[in-house]
Each structure stands twice: as C-alpha cells, then as structure tokens.
C-alpha cells in the first residue's frame, strides 16, 4: 500500500468516528426494539399485518424520494457548503414539492376512506426527509446531528411501544400512527440545522443539480427497488399461499438474522465510505480501490466467522424468546449465509458508486431481483419457506458475483 494511504489503512477511533458508530448503532436499536418487541406485545397476526404494510410505506419513501435523498448523500458537502448553512434552492424545491405531493394523496385517501394506506403519503415523506438529513449529516461528517437524531427515534419508538403495550392496543391503524409519529419527532433535532439553512438562487444553475441529481440517483433508485424485491417480496408470495402466522414467523428468523449481518457491517460502511470518497477526491479513484481492496480481503476472513456465531446464538435464543412462534433453524441459517455473501457486494460496488457507474449496480440487483421473483413464484407453492428463503439465497449469490466479474470486467479493460 502506498506510504500516503498508510494513514487511511486502518480507520482510527477518533471522536467522529465514536460518533458515526454510536449514530448508527441508536438506529439499528430502534429496528431491533420494533423488532423484539412487536411480536411479543402484538398478536401474531397483528404482527404479520405490521410487516406486510410498513415495507409497503418505505418503498413509496424510496421511490419518491429514495434518487435525491442518495444523491444528497454522495454531493452532501456541495449540496450544503462548507459553511454547513447553504441549501440550493433546488434541492429545498424537491422536497417542498414532495410534501405538496404527500399532501394531496393524503387528502385524497382521506375522502376515499380507506383505512390504514391513509397512512402511506406520511411514512413516505417523513421517512424520506428524515433520511435526507441523515444522509447529509453523516456526508458532511455532521455526525453529532446524526447521533441526537438517531436518539430522538429511539426515545420515541421506546415510547410508542410502551403506549402500545400498557393500552392493550391492538389496531393495526393506532400501531401504525404511532411509528408515523416518531419519524415525525426524530426530525425535531434538525430543526435547529434546517433552520439556519440560506436558500440560494442562480439562474444559471437553476434546475441544473436536479438534473445531475436525476443522472446519479435512479439508477440507485432502482437498485434499491431491487433490494426490497429480494429482501421482502418473499413476504408477500408466502402471504398468498400461507396463513399469517406463517409470515409472522418468516418474518422473526429473516429480520434477525439479517440484522445480524447488516448491523455490523453498516456501521462499518458508515466510517468506511465517507474516507473512500476524501481519497477518491484528494488521490484518485484508484488510490481509493487499493484500501477498499483491504477491506474486502478483511470482510472475506472475519465475516465467515461472525456468521458462524450468529447462526449459533440465534438459533439456540430464537425458539425460546418466541414459543408462540414456529420459528424455522433451516431459515435462520440459509438467511445469515445469504447477508454473509450479499455483504460482500456492498464492497465490491463502491467503485462503481464513486466513478458514478451506478447503472452496473443497478443491472446486478436487477437481475437478482429477477431471480427472487421467478424462485419465489416457483418454489414458495410447494416448499413455503424453505422455498423462499432459498430464493433469497440464490437471489443475493446473483448480486455478488454480477458485481464481481462486472469489477474484475471493467478492471481488465484498463
């Protein structure tokens, strides 16, 4: 390795870093306190119904606002200045119109009287708002912002929980308002960041950063359609040919074991991404690839390892925690091996995301997605979740080596 990336070779633990790791780590515990909790305080079929619906509010989220919110998250610095108070008025124009827009579907589903998809226009613009802010908080390395506002969801899911619990409420509409309302409050730390926010204008620029914004962020828009086929799709193919508390306890041994891949791992890209893309600006791209090629051969020797200790712990808690439930050991497992192997991937596309190719990742998803599909409709009839999960398997194999040789492809034309 090159003496000028010897400084980069191994991330010190500084206070940002204590940070970035702390933010991320009151995020997840926000996911596993809904996911620990909910099963337990709700019946199984209100708990299945929960996790049929929520997916349904983040993928409106994604796809309204999921391309800015990526793109915010690669051009932070930019996007707000160095001064940490300059919005470009494009961007402020994006969001208003996407509250306008949230607006007006809720005041629609409002006077159809539908039930609980009223609920869907504020999942996806507060989530999606509140992602923007975590996105550029963590970019611009803002990350006592990311912290405060990973707090305040915590507190506040800690809350809503309890309110559940101690209420005995059992509505799938009440559940869901709440959990509304904490995305709403998790924004109350930004406020003070929003509010010294100076929106500039320049004729010359005027749509000009939607634009670029438009280039770099569908084709990620995509791939994280793509994500969510292979992630959750299962879910809903079980929900046509299994009773709910079949989903519900497909859902328990996934979202486990998958978190316990995925926690780690993220608060690893977390402190990772941000010095790839200091290197790849003050280096090049290709000094940037050299140290994240030593994080793969580090990811490659540990992340068996983590594996096998979460297959045993999970395995052996799993059953006794949720009696209730027919929790699968055969799902545990094939799921732990699949986020080991997709985990790779999220290494293996980063030089695709800093050179701005974001269409290969995009192409790689796809297809796996597509294999999900196809695997689920063929096995999930006759194998319920062992079909299902054998589908996620082959459907995050296909991600990684897609990406794989599309590296190996590009690297061999120069």
């Known amino acids: ?10 991330v010190k633990i500084k206070t940002a870093h204590v940070y970035a790791i702390s933010g991320r780590l009151l995020s997840y515990a926000g996911t596993l306190l809904l996911l620990i909790t909910l099963p337990a305080v709700l019946s199984p079929d209100l708990f299945a119904e929960y996790s049929l619906i929520w997916p349904i509010g983040i993928l409106t989220s994604t796809l309204l606002m999921g391309w800015m919110n990526g793109f915010a998250f690669r051009k932070g610095q930019e996007l707000i200045g160095s001064d940490g108070e300059t919005l ?14 949230c607006t007006l579907a809720f005041l629609v589903l409002l006077e159809l009287e539908v039930g609980w998809p009223l609920l869907i226009p504020g999942i996806a613009f507060f989530s999606g708002l509140k992602d923007l802010v975590i996105k550029v908080a963590t970019s611009t390395q803002n990350y006592l912002l990311f912290v405060g506002l990973q707090l305040v969801n915590l507190l506040g899911k800690i809350v809503a929980i309890g309110f559940v619990w101690y209420m005995n409420l059992n509505e799938i509409e009440v559940v869901l308002s709440l959990l509304v309302l904490t995305e709403v409050i998790t924004i109350i730390p930004a406020l003070r960041f929003m509010k010294k926010i100076k929106v500039t204008y ?18 990620l828009l995509a791939s994280s359609l793509g994500v969510w086929i292979i992630s959750l799709s299962d879910r809903y193919v079980l929900s046509l040919f299994n009773d709910k508390s079949e989903i519900a306890s497909y ?20 402190i990772i991404y941000p010095t790839l893309i200091k290197i790849e600006k003050e280096s090049g791209l290709s000094n940037a690839m050299t140290l994240n090629k030593f994080y793969i051969n580090k990811y490659i020797l540990l992340a068996p390892i983590l594996g096998l200790i979460m297959i045993a712990s999970l395995t052996l808690v799993l059953p006794i925690l949720y009696k209730k439930y027919d929790v699968s050991i055969f799902v545990i497992c094939v799921s732990i091996i699949s986020h080991v192997i997709y985990g790779l991937s999220q290494f293996l596309n980063k030089e695709f995301e800093l050179s701005g190719q974001t269409t290969v ?19 999930v009839p006759f194998l319920g979740q062992i079909g299902a999960i054998s589908s996620t398997l082959v459907a995050y194999s296909t ?16």
């Open 251 to 270: 859902v328990i041994a996934t979202q486990f074991s998958g978190n316990a891949i995925l926690i780690p791992l993220t608060c690893l890209i977390t």
């Open 399 to 414: 991600v990684t080596l897609s990406i794989a040789w599309q590296s190996q492809y590009c690297n061999g034309k120069h």
């Open 361 to 379: 990742i995009t192409k790689s998803v796809g297809l796996g997605a597509a294999v999900n599909l196809l695997g689920n409709f063929a096995l």
């Open 1 to 10: 390795m090159p003496v000028s990336l010897q400084r980069f070779s191994l």
């Open 88 to 101: 470009r008025n494009e961007l402020a124009g994006f969001y208003f119109g996407s509250m306008i827009l």
């Open 202 to 219: 320049n004729s010359l620029t005027e749509y000009k950063l939607i634009t670029e914004g438009f280039r770099y962020g569908v084709p």
